[in-house]
C-alpha cells in the first residue's frame, strides 16, 4: 500500500453507499417485479485519526454495523471511498486486503460467542500471530502474547494462560477477545457494542481499557446505542438515522449542544442516574420506518417534531451547525 | 401492616449434581402497594429474576421455594401450585425481556388474548373480541392491527401486545422482567411511558426487575438492590442515588454512565460469590472499599434504619455508634 503517511486520518469514509438487494421470490423474479434494496447506508462520510475515539450511536436498523462492516471490508459498498492511512481500499481484492487486515481489527459484541470454547486463553490470542506468519519463534509468539493480555490487565499473564473461556468472567472473556485484537498491534479498532452483554459493574473497566489503547495511539470506531457511553468515552459523536449521519461533533458538544432534532429527542429520552434529574422526554411516535422505503426529502421529516413543507422536498446536507467547532448537522431548520 | 403484595423471607434453592444446591434466592422480603413501583435491581445471577419466577409459582421442578407470598393477607405460596394458579395471570401478571417469545408465533396477536380471556372465563366470542380491541388501543396498539401475527410487529409493538395480554385479566400486580433490555432507546421511553401511566391511570402496582438502575431511577418509587442472592439495600430511589447506605448501591451508581455526569464511571473489582458453596461474612467483602475486620466474619442481616430505608452493612453500626 502506497500513500502510507500517518499525519492524516487513519480512515476516512466518503460518501460510502451500502444496499442489500431484498429477495425476492421465483414468481417475482421471472414476472420481472422491480428488485427492492435496504438502503443500508445512504451516503456516510467521517474519519477517525490516531488517538482518537469516535461513536458511530442510533437505533437499530440506522445503518451502524454496516458502516464498520464495509469500513473492514466485510460488505462491498455499492459506491464511496474508504481510504486506510492515505490510501485508497475501496477495491482492493482480498489478497492485497491480508496485510491491511493485520492493522485493522474488530471486537465483538459477545464474548460468549467470539471465543472459541476449546481453545486456551494462550491459544485464542496466538492464533491470530499464527494466521498472520507473524511473531517469529514460539518464544517470540508467547513474548507477545503474555504482553497482549498485560495490555489488556489479565495480570499476571501466567494466571490466564492456560484457561478456557468457561473459566472466565464476561468481562475477563471481553479483554480476551481485545488481546487477541491488539496482538497483531494494529493501528484501527472497530468496537461494535463491545459492552452491552456485560454487567454494568464489569463495563467501566473495559471501556477504561478502550480509553488507554486511545491514548495509546489507536483508532477506536465504538458503535453503540448507548449515548451515556458514548457521551462519557468518545471524543467525537456521529449520530445515524437511516443511513445517514444527521449530527457530528465532538461528544461534549453534541450531548450538550445538540442541533438536530432527532438528536434532542435521543437524548431527551436516555434515562439518567439520578432521579431528581428525571427526563422531560420529548418522545418521538412510532419507529424508524424501514429503509426499503425511504421517505423523501427530509428522511426524518415523518417523526419529526419541527418539521415544514420545505423538509418533504429537501434532502439536507450534512453542515457546520452549533457552536463548537467541527459540529454539524443535517437540518434545514437549524 | 397489609399491603396488596407481601413477600417474606422468599428463599429458592436449586438441586444441582451429586447433591450439591445453589441457594438462587437467601430471604428476599418486600412489599407493594396499589399503584406503587418497586425496583428489584442487580447484576446477572443475583437472584433478582428468580425471586419474581419464585413468587409467581413459574419455576422448573428442580427449584424448591420457601416463605411467605401474601396477596391482600392471604398467603398463596402455601399450598403451591394449588393456591398459586387462581391468582396468576388474575392478579399477579408478568411481563418478559423478549416478548417473542411471549407470543405464539402461528396466531394472530387478537386471538391469543381473545383466547386468554375465554380461558379465565371473562368474556366470551363477540364480547371477548371487543373486550381485546380495548385492551390493545390501552396499550397504544391500533385496534385494526388485531388479526396481525406477532412477526407483523416491532420489537416496540410486541412488547406492548406482551403487555396488552397480561392485562387481560385485570391484575393489581405487574411484574415486568427487563421489559426494555432488547429495545431501542426511543421505544424504551414509549415502554416506560406506557408502564407509567398504566400505575397512574389503573393503579396498578408495578415489580420492575432490571439491571438498568437509570430505569429504575426514572419509573420507580422505591428500588431494592440485590446482591448474591438477597436485598443489601431498599430505599427511595431518590434516597438510593443521594445517600446509599451500602457501598454496593454506591459503586454500582458510579459505575454506571450518566449523560451529563462528570468524572470516569469506574468498574467494581472482583466478582460475586458462589452460590453453591456456604457463604462466610458479608457476601460483599471481597470486593467492598470499605471493608473492615467484621465485615469477612460476620453476615451482615438487612435491617431497618429508618422509617422506608434498610441495608445489610455493618458500616451503619459504625456510623450508628460514632453518632
Known amino acids: ?334 | 401492616m397489609s399491603g396488596l403484595l407481601e413477600v417474606e423471607g422468599l428463599q429458592v434453592w436449586f438441586d444441582l449434581d451429586r447433591g450439591r444446591e445453589l441457594h438462587a434466592v437467601q430471604g428476599v422480603s418486600f412489599s407493594l402497594e396499589p399503584g406503587e413501583r418497586l425496583g428489584l435491581v442487580g447484576e446477572s445471577g443475583c437472584g433478582k429474576t428468580t425471586t419474581v419466577l419464585g413468587l409467581l409459582g413459574l419455576l422448573p421442578p428442580s427449584a424448591s421455594v420457601a416463605g411467605s407470598v401474601r396477596l391482600n393477607g392471604v398467603d398463596i405460596l402455601a399450598g403451591g401450585e394449588q393456591t398459586i394458579r387462581p391468582h396468576r395471570w388474575v392478579d399477579l401478571a408478568i411481563v418478559f425481556q423478549g416478548a417473542m417469545n411471549a407470543l405464539n408465533p402461528v396466531k394472530t396477536v387478537g386471538s391469543q388474548i381473545v383466547e386468554a380471556l375465554e380461558l379465565h372465563g371473562l368474556a366470551r366470542g363477540r364480547d371477548a373480541r371487543l373486550r381485546t380491541g380495548e385492551l390493545l388501543e390501552s396499550v397504544g396498539i391500533p385496534e385494526a392491527r388485531v388479526d396481525r401475527f406477532p412477526h407483523e410487529f416491532s420489537g416496540g409493538m410486541r412488547q406492548r401486545a406482551a403487555i396488552a395480554m397480561a392485562l387481560a385479566c385485570n391484575p393489581s400486580v405487574l411484574v415486568a422482567d427487563e421489559p426494555t433490555t432488547a429495545l431501542d432507546v426511543m421505544v424504551q421511553a414509549q415502554i416506560l411511558e406506557l408502564l407509567d401511566s398504566l400505575c397512574r391511570d389503573f393503579g396498578l402496582a408495578l415489580l420492575l426487575v432490571t439491571h438498568d438502575l437509570p430505569v429504575v431511577a426514572e419509573l420507580c418509587d422505591r428500588a431494592a438492590v440485590m446482591y448474591a442472592g438477597e436485598i443489601v439495600e431498599h430505599g427511595p430511589v431518590d434516597a438510593l442515588y443521594h445517600e446509599p447506605r451500602h457501598p454496593y448501591t454506591r459503586l454500582l451508581f458510579a459505575a454506571t454512565p450518566d449523560l451529563y455526569g462528570e468524572g470516569v464511571p469506574a468498574s467494581i473489582p472482583g466478582a460475586p460469590p458462589r452460590l453453591d458453596l456456604p457463604l462466610t461474612g458479608c457476601p460483599f467483602h471481597t470486593r467492598c472499599d470499605r471493608a473492615f475486620a467484621r465485615c469477612p466474619q460476620e453476615r451482615p442481616l438487612l435491617r431497618e434504619l429508618e422509617r422506608g430505608r434498610s441495608a445489610a452493612c455493618h458500616l451503619n453500626d459504625v456510623v450508628a455508634e460514632v453518632v
Not at chain 1, 109 to 137: C, F, K, M, N, T
Not at chain 1, 139 to 144: A, F, G, L, P, Q
Request: charged share 25%.
Open chain 1, 1 to 334: 500500500m502506497s500513500g502510507s503517511n500517518g499525519a492524516g486520518p487513519l480512515i476516512a469514509v466518503e460518501d460510502l453507499v451500502v444496499r442489500y438487494a431484498v429477495a425476492r421470490g421465483l414468481l417475482a423474479t421471472i414476472s420481472r417485479k422491480p428488485q427492492h434494496f435496504v438502503h443500508a447506508v445512504e451516503g456516510v462520510s467521517f474519519t477517525v485519526s490516531r488517538g482518537e475515539l469516535v461513536a458511530l450511536v442510533g437505533e437499530s436498523g440506522c445503518g451502524k454495523t454496516t458502516t464498520a462492516q464495509a469500513i473492514l471490508r466485510l460488505v462491498e459498498p455499492v459506491s464511496g471511498r474508504i481510504a486506510f492511512d492515505g490510501g485508497d481500499i475501496t477495491a482492493l481484492h482480498s489478497r492485497a486486503l491480508r496485510p491491511l487486515r493485520r492493522r485493522m481489527q474488530l471486537i465483538y459484541q459477545d464474548p460468549y460467542e467470539s471465543l472459541d470454547p476449546r481453545l486456551s486463553v494462550r491459544a485464542a490470542v496466538e492464533e491470530p500471530l499464527l494466521i498472520h506468519r507473524l511473531g517469529g519463534s514460539r518464544t517470540e509468539r508467547r513474548e507477545r502474547v503474555r504482553e497482549a493480555l498485560s495490555r489488556v490487565e489479565l495480570s499476571p499473564p501466567e494466571l490466564f494462560l492456560e484457561r478456557y473461556p468457561h473459566e472466565l468472567s464476561g468481562g475477563q472473556r471481553q479483554r480476551v477477545a481485545i488481546a487477541a485484537s491488539i496482538v497483531l498491534g494494529p493501528d484501527l479498532l472497530v468496537a461494535d457494542e463491545p459492552v452491552s452483554m456485560l454487567d454494568v459493574s464489569v463495563r467501566a473497566g473495559v471501556l477504561n481499557l478502550l480509553d488507554r489503547l486511545r491514548e495509546d495511539g489507536l483508532g477506536i470506531l465504538m458503535i453503540t446505542h448507548d449515548l451515556s457511553t458514548a457521551a462519557r468515552f468518545a471524543d467525537r459523536i456521529a449520530v445515524m438515522y437511516l443511513g445517514r449521519i444527521v449530527e457530528e461533533g465532538p461528544a461534549q458538544s453534541v450531548v450538550r449542544d445538540p442541533q438536530h432534532p432527532y438528536t434532542k429527542a435521543l437524548l431527551s429520552v436516555v434515562p439518567r442516574r439520578d432521579p431528581r434529574k428525571r427526563s422531560r422526554p420529548e418522545i418521538l411516535s412510532g419507529e424508524a420506518p424501514d429503509a426499503v422505503r425511504i421517505p423523501s426529502g427530509c428522511r426524518f421529516h415523518p417523526r419529526c417534531p419541527i418539521t415544514i413543507a420545505d423538509c418533504r422536498e429537501i434532502d439536507p446536507a450534512l453542515e457546520p451547525a452549533g457552536a463548537g467547532t467541527g459540529h454539524k448537522a443535517a437540518c434545514i431548520r437549524v
